[in-house]
């Protein structure tokens, strides 16, 4: 079974500085899908960004990037320039298809970040 | 978040009554979730719903039943609430099941007292 493991429960940064959010996962698939979802204190889920498994570049989405490294099936989330809005839960999810084709997550117990002023 | 909305928000119910919470969709899309959330433990998938009066189970359904009698709604009912229940639940919707990720819901805070 596929695990998803974010070893850091707490975490902070200074406003402006960088700062990088592990996740290493668990699985004998060689297609795949990893994710980071932001939740607020308002609770909404948030898709920040998104990594096909068999694309070696790292996705970029503005501020956000990741670490993909498929080898050491490791999927950090690093996120420039933090601004306190950035404060929030942080999780990492794999998702990959089954047999009947359906997608479904695999989360992990996420990373709570706080932007410090 | 637009299209997606769930009701009520905030519940608190005493052990042993039924609860029923709705989530509602104008997205038109084919397929819903309910997860719940809880510390230590990230979102943990309950039913999904593939179509109309199609569902399945997910990695912890027991304690809980759904229904989708139209495209738009996706009820999870818990049948006889217990403390262990006492969760934020949430729905999530997606249009064609596959890796594009999902739309969920605000979630529901539920206390079972």
């Known amino acids: 079974a596929q695990t998803v493991t974010q070893s850091q429960p707490e975490m902070s940064v200074q406003e402006a500085e960088t700062v990088t959010l592990s996740c290493t996962y668990d699985t004998s698939e060689s297609n795949y899908y990893l994710f980071w979802y932001k939740q607020p204190p308002s609770r909404q889920m948030i898709l920040v960004i998104r990594?096909?498994?068999?694309?070696?570049q790292n996705a970029t989405e503005n501020r956000f990037s990741v670490n993909f490294q498929k080898a050491a099936k490791s999927f950090s989330l690093k996120i420039s320039d933090s601004q306190l809005g950035d404060t929030a839960m942080y999780f990492c999810?794999?998702?990959?298809?089954?047999?009947?084709?359906?997608?479904?997550?695999?989360f992990g117990t996420g990373t709570r970040l706080k932007v410090l002023a | 978040d637009a299209g997606i909305t769930q009701s009520p928000r905030h519940k608190v119910t005493e052990t042993g009554t039924p609860v029923t919470l709705r989530c509602h969709q104008t997205?038109?899309?084919?397929?819903m979730y309910w997860y719940r959330q809880d510390p230590g433990h990230g979102l943990r998938l309950i039913h999904y719903?593939?179509?109309?009066?199609?569902?399945d189970k997910g990695e912890v359904s027991d304690g809980y039943s759904v229904s989708r009698s139209k495209t738009e709604d996706f009820l999870l009912t818990l049948e006889s609430a217990t403390s262990s229940q006492t969760s934020v639940y949430f729905c999530?919707?997606?249009?064609?099941?596959?890796?594009?990720?999902?739309?969920f819901g605000s979630g529901t805070r539920l206390t079972v007292v």
């Open positions: 719903s593939y179509g109309v009066k199609d569902t």
């Open positions: 999810a794999f998702m990959r298809g089954d047999l009947s084709g359906t997608y479904k997550y695999i």
């Open positions: 999530a919707i997606s249009e064609s099941g596959g890796p594009s990720g999902y739309t």
């Open positions: 990594q096909e498994a068999y694309k070696q």
């Open positions: 997205e038109n899309h084919r397929y």
